[in-house]
């Protein structure tokens, strides 16, 4: 399931087995595999997502909330 498909709790508990089923394979590109670093990177992007979303001109009001958590988990694979 990609992220824009993310509509309900549903969707989200499908993308978290998928992250999860990501970090466990031999050929995950995570940044962040560590939980301390993925929980980190999580904070700093959460913190930072403002700009994301004005630039991409998408309005955090509007978009579905359990997309936007599957965005801050996917967000926390790379962010630095």
Known sequence: MILE??????DLVV???????EVASRECNWG???LEDYLEA???WI???GGL???LKI???NEPMWRTFAR???AATIYE
């Open 5 to 10: 498909e993310v509509e309900t709790r549903e």
């Open 15 to 21: 993308f978290i087995k998928q992250l999860e089923l």
């Open 32 to 34: 962040n595999t560590t």
């Open 42 to 44: 999580m904070s700093a």
């Open 47 to 49: 913190n930072d997502m």
């Open 53 to 55: 979303y004005s630039n």
């Open 59 to 61: 309005d955090i009001k």
């Open 72 to 74: 801050i988990l996917r």
